[in-house]
Nanobody, 124 residues
Framework: QVQPVESGGGLVQAGGSLRLSCAAS????????MAWFRQAPGKEREFVAG??????YYRDSVKGRFTISRDNAKNTVYLQMNSLKPEDTAVYYC???????????????????WGQGTQVTVSS
């Protein structure tokens, strides 16, 4: 079992950058498929980015602006967010699941372990 813990959220102006971190206690993250989701007020939680052992995946609205990566030595997954927009404002969650290549990485119901979330606010 793994327990993700997010950090790095905050308030930033439009066009700015933030880097979110997801550290974990318990088992090593390298054996899991990892993803970032976000939830804005009044909206459903949505997939942002995910990473398997190699390839990464993004929702269309963040492609070219966000980058997901993992540092296995630090047992940490990152989400680098550049060119932030007010519509990126949300609580961001880190999630983990066992590797299942046949299951879409964006499917929220397949994730077994969730962090508590970190608030990202982008002002215009």
């Amino acid at each position: 079992q793994v327990q993700p813990v997010e950090s790095g959220g905050g308030l930033v102006q439009a066009g700015g950058s933030l880097r979110l971190s997801c550290a974990a206690s318990g088992r090593t993250l390298s054996s899991y498929t990892m993803a970032w989701f976000r939830q804005a007020p009044g909206k459903e939680r949505e997939f942002v980015a995910g990473i398997r052992s190699g390839p990464s995946y993004y929702r269309d609205s963040v492609k070219g602006r966000f980058t997901i990566s993992r540092d296995n030595a630090k047992n940490t997954v990152y989400l680098q967010m550049n060119s932030l927009k007010p519509e990126d404002t949300a609580v961001y969650y880190c999630a983990a699941r066992s590797p299942r290549p046949a299951v879409p990485i964006s499917r929220i119901t397949e994730y077994d372990y969730w962090g508590q979330g970190t608030q990202v606010t982008v002002s215009s």
